[in-house]
């Protein structure tokens, strides 16, 4: 006689991939809880949260890393587990209806998780504004550097409403400021832009960091590094 009716495997692939971790981990815990094994069910469900919270940190910490790869790659291992612990079973297929409703609940949940991350993220910084610019200080910078840096921004052309965020990173006992620069997305290619930018870096080096080396970046708006400019040329003198 057939087992209950359980989810396959590639239904299991298909809620992951589209639905993140916890979509594929619920049809596992619910697979589980059809064969009464409920101890594994919730422990599913906590390797579904677990996973998640481990993504992402990963997407707030490792900036550069390709979008495609993490999916690819848990979409693989969960299909994997769900195909040796109940491929060699006589299945009786459940809906794809429930899959798509499960699939559905955890992009939401995902997307929920994502946006409520990067929100206490962007919150957990120190802020400072003058003007219409705000600097975000963080990684060993002060307030009284984010006011200089401000200020010196709010006297440029076309500054205003600008969001940027600075830090300060040490290597082999010298540091150096990184400074980013929120920017639409056509500003990235255009060299007139960067070619300020390094300007400006340079005079922050000099004007405001003492001769330190300034870095410049050019942020999305989700302050993510899109393009990295050279350290200042006078910094290093």
Known sequence: MPDPSLFSSAQVAVATF????IGGTTLIALNEARLGAKRNAALAIVL???LTAFLLWIALTIAQLPSVILPIAYT???QVFAKQRY???????RSNWT???VTLGGLALSVGAVLAAAALWIASFDKVSVGE???IYKAGTTADEARAVAGFVQTLQGAAGATIV????????QHRYVVGVVMADDAFDDNTVRLTLKSIGDALSTGVFHGAPVEMQMLDAGLEGR???????AARQ
């Open 99 to 101: 899959v798509g409703g």
């Open 227 to 233: 393009v990295v400019l050279p350290v200042s040329p």
């Open 76 to 78: 693989a291992g969960l």
């Open 87 to 93: 491929g060699k079973r006589p299945l009786v297929h």
């Open 48 to 50: 579904g949260v677990a």
């Open 133 to 135: 610019v705000d600097v």
């Open 166 to 173: 600075i830090e300060k990173r040490d290597a082999r006992g």
């Open 18 to 21: 589209f639905g993140g971790p």
